[in-house]
């Protein structure tokens, strides 16, 4: 199962952008789908996630100023982002974990994004 997100880009603080991650491949369910980021020189930590159903998660650091959503039929995860810092640049990534075919066989999968790149210039 493959992964590709889009929609980094370069914006002003107080602006916005919205990302988008689709998945791809012989999938049979996505259960949780998430975004996270990694700041330069720091690890990677989760920003946001949801599940199937909707139910969603944020760190402290998106909370009020950014909304995952999804699209189950197309497999696809979303993040608005608004009220954008200097602190929000980083590389963003998606993941997503679930169930897919291989062959006749229905096997598990945890997959990320290449990332995609969020600078927010002050």
């Known amino acids: 199962v493959q992964l590709q997100a889009s929609g980094g880009g370069l914006v002003q603080a107080g602006g916005s952008l919205r990302l988008s991650c689709v998945a791809s491949g012989s999938i049979l369910t996505i259960n949780v789908m998430g975004w996270y980021r990694q700041l330069p020189g720091k690890q990677r930590e989760l920003i946001a996630s949801i599940t199937r159903g909707g139910d969603t998660n944020y760190a402290n650091a998106a909370m009020d100023r950014f909304t995952i959503s999804r699209d189950n039929a197309k497999n696809t995860v979303y993040l608005q982002m608004n009220s954008l810092k200097p602190e929000d640049t980083a590389v963003y990534y998606c993941?997503?974990?679930?169930?897919?075919?291989?062959?006749?066989?229905?096997?598990?999968?945890?997959?990320w994004g290449q990332g995609t790149e969020v600078t927010v210039s002050s």
């Open positions: 993941n997503a974990d679930g169930k897919y075919w291989s062959g006749d066989y229905l096997r598990v999968f945890n997959s």
